[in-house]
């Protein structure tokens, strides 16, 4: 079993910055993809960025104001956001494809989100 904990959600101005993080831990042997997704209320899930062995993939929405980055050693994925917006509002999920023993199959796991609130 492999649990994904996330952490650093809250309430911020417009223009303001936060940074998330998310903890996979359990039974993994490898984590090809970590990742952030949002969704906002009467919307659906949405990427916000993306990173594995291929680099980092970011919603045009995230471009040039967020960050993604991870901690392969420690299991953490992080997104620095800067700049926020109001539209940024959502809950923001962690994402991650876990790989859990050698040759074995990818498995898609998601954290329980964490609230973002851009608001003055």
């Known amino acids: 079993q492999v649990q994904l904990v996330e952490s650093g959600g809250g309430l911020v101005q417009p223009g303001g910055s936060l940074r998330l993080s998310c903890v996979a831990s359990?039974?993994?042997?490898?984590?090809?993809?970590m990742g952030w997704y949002r969704q906002a209320p009467g919307k659906e899930r949405e990427l916000v960025a993306h990173i594995g062995r291929g680099g980092t993939n970011y919603a045009d929405s995230a471009k040039g104001r967020f960050t993604i980055s991870r901690d392969n050693a420690k299991n953490t994925v992080s997104l620095q956001m800067n700049s926020l917006k109001p539209e940024d509002s959502a809950v923001y999920y962690c994402?991650?494809?876990?790989?859990?023993?050698?040759?074995?199959?990818?498995?898609?796991?998601w954290g329980q989100g964490t609230q973002v609130t851009v608001s003055s």
């Open positions: 359990g039974s993994i042997f490898s984590i090809p993809v």
């Open positions: 994402y991650a494809l876990v790989v859990i023993q050698l040759g074995g199959s990818n498995y898609a796991y």
